[in-house]
Nanobody, 123 residues
Framework: QVQLVESGGGLVQAGGSLRLSCAAS????????MGWFRQAPGKEREFVAA????????YYADSVKGRFTISRDNTKNTVYLQMNSLKPEDTAVYYC????????????????WGQGTQVTVSS
C-alpha cells in the first residue's frame, strides 16, 4: 500500500524555523500532487500548502503565505515544508497528503495520508 512518512516535527520557539519532510513509497511519486495539512486540538484539519506533480506550482493557505514554503524532490520521492517565523498558533499535528489531483490536495480530501508529526511553537 501507499506509504507517507512525515518527520522533522518538534518544539521550537516563536520566530524560529522548522523543516518537515515527507517520504513517499509504493506510488509513482512524480505523478502525484502533494500537500500538507494540520490539525490543532479541538479544531478541524485545515489545508496548509500544496504543490503540483510536475509544474512545481505551489498553493498556500492565507495564514501561512510568506512564511511557509513547500517544495519537492522527485528524485528522492520527498516533499518538504519549510516553516519560518513560526507562531504559537502554528502548533498542530502536521500531515502529509497525496493525490493525483491537485484539487483534492487543496480543497477536498486527498487519497492518501501520512501518520502526522507534532509541531509545537512556544511563546
Amino acid at each position: 500500500q501507499v506509504q507517507l512518512v512525515e518527520s522533522g516535527g518538534g518544539l521550537v520557539q516563536a520566530g524560529g524555523s522548522l523543516r518537515l519532510s515527507c517520504a513517499a513509497s509504493r506510488l509513482t511519486f512524480s505523478a502525484y500532487a502533494m500537500g500538507w495539512f494540520r490539525q490543532a486540538p479541538g479544531k478541524e484539519r485545515e489545508f496548509v500548502a500544496a504543490i503540483r506533480s510536475t509544474s512545481g506550482n505551489t498553493y498556500y493557505a492565507d495564514s501561512v503565505k510568506g512564511r511557509f514554503t513547500i517544495s519537492r524532490d522527485n528524485t528522492k520521492n520527498t516533499v518538504y515544508l519549510q516553516m519560518n517565523s513560526l507562531k504559537p498558533e502554528d502548533t498542530a499535528v502536521y500531515y502529509c497528503a497525496a493525490d493525483l489531483s491537485i484539487v483534492s490536495v487543496t480543497t477536498t480530501r486527498p487519497a492518501y495520508w501520512g501518520q502526522g508529526t507534532q509541531v509545537t511553537v512556544s511563546s
